[in-house]
């Protein structure tokens, strides 16, 4: 388990980070398709959160893409890095998400975050800034919308609508399962729409989630445990 220490000038203000996320968002690359689905690597991060102690933990837990056997893992534990703010997650997120990857033994190949990348306000939520800042493909699988709208994606696994801020498409719901309530799915870095939404059909072959997040949350949450009986809480 790796220890989180800040980057040099992270944001601590609310105003910091909006104009840190002004400056770099223009770095997105949307025109690359990115890896294809069922190949190489892959690697879901996710985090989770002791509140009471401002204690949070990472994982990083890196998949075989064709047969999503788990090839190598890596968790993180360190002080929560900002406050939270809607919109301003991934000044939360990152410093503990980034220790856990740079922990790794290898490339991690595409990350996939439990969050969002262009379907933000300022179009650069926590996938495109953790693309951004490591050069890696990047995508978001957020659990609910956000303050973006949709119209329902038709029942069967693999039917999308596009998640709409006014006339822009900035991700699509995407049914994952028969029926069952869908995914929020958005570029981050390096990988194009289309792409994204076939990575996440290709990482859900059996739940509503990415088997990527599944592992990273079921990760974050033992190392976090482990974290607090450490501490003799």
């Known amino acids: 388990m790796t220890t989180v220490h800040l980057p040099p000038g992270w944001p601590a203000t609310e105003n910091e980070a909006r104009a840190v996320q002004e400056a770099l968002r223009t ?55 900002f406050p939270y703010v809607p919109g301003l997650l991934a000044f939360r997120e990152l410093p503990a998400v980034l220790a856990a990857l740079d922990a790794l033994p290898g490339p991690p190949g595409l990350v996939v975050c439990d969050g969002y990348g262009l ?53 699509r719901a995407l049914r994952t399962r028969d029926g069952v309530k869908p995914v929020y799915v958005s570029v981050g870095h390096r990988v ?16 509503r989630l990415p088997e990527t997040t599944r592992r990273a949350d079921a990760l974050c949450r033992r190392a976090l445990a482990r974290a607090r009986d450490a501490s003799g809480a």
């Open 27 to 81: 770095r997105v690359v949307r025109d690359e398709p990115g890896p294809p689905p069922g190949s190489g690597r892959v690697t879901g991060v996710d985090v989770a959160y002791d509140d009471a102690r401002d204690v949070v933990a990472a994982a990083a837990v890196v998949l075989d893409a064709a047969t999503l056997d788990v090839v190598a893992e890596a968790t993180a534990v360190g002080r929560v890095a």
């Open 192 to 207: 194009d729409l289309d792409n994204a939404c076939a990575h996440t059909l290709a990482l859900t072959p059996a739940h």
């Open 119 to 171: 379907a933000h306000p300022r179009r650069f939520g926590l996938a495109a800034h953790l693309g951004v800042l490591t050069g890696l493909p990047a995508i978001g699988v957020a659990k609910n919308p956000f303050t973006f709208t949709h119209a329902g994606p038709a029942a069967p696994r693999g039917s999308s609508s596009p998640l709409l801020d006014g006339a822009e498409e900035v991700g």
